[in-house]
């Protein structure tokens, strides 16, 4: 099986950054693309931004120029920088990736726990 733990959310002043983490852990065969969610609270959760094995990225349409995924396939761990920050981005953010895992070879999408981000103005 594979876990993801999430690290990097707290509190920023609008106009600031902050950098989230997403480490992956367990039998990982290999993971193929990963992502970033948003939900604020009593609204459904919305895509952030993806990131493929080969580094083709995507992003949502209120991120794009602040925000930037990436990701180290060494270390299984993927980014959102997040600059810019507005009152509008506070929401719990949320890691996923599309995995293959071992024993047995099987594919897996795993989400991680979720950490918290507050932009204030």
């Known amino acids: 099986q594979v876990q993801l733990v999430e690290s990097g959310g707290g509190l920023v002043q609008a106009g600031g950054s902050l950098r989230l983490s997403c480490a992956a852990s367990?039998?990982?065969?290999?993971?193929?693309?990963m992502g970033w969610y948003r939900q604020a609270p009593g609204t459904q959760r919305e895509l952030v931004a993806t990131?493929?094995?080969?580094?083709?990225?995507e992003y949502a349409g209120s991120v794009k120029g602040r925000f930037t995924i990436s990701r180290d396939n060494a270390k299984n761990t993927v980014y959102l920088q997040m600059n810019s920050l507005r009152p509008e981005d506070t929401a719990v953010y949320y890691c996923?990736?599309?995995?293959?895992?071992?024993?047995?070879?099987?594919?897996?999408?795993?989400w991680g726990q979720g950490t918290l981000v507050t932009v204030s103005s």
């Open positions: 996923n990736a599309n995995t293959l895992a071992t024993s047995p070879l099987r594919a897996l999408e795993v």
């Open positions: 367990g039998r990982i065969f290999r993971i193929n693309t």
């Open positions: 990131i493929t094995r080969g580094d083709n990225t």
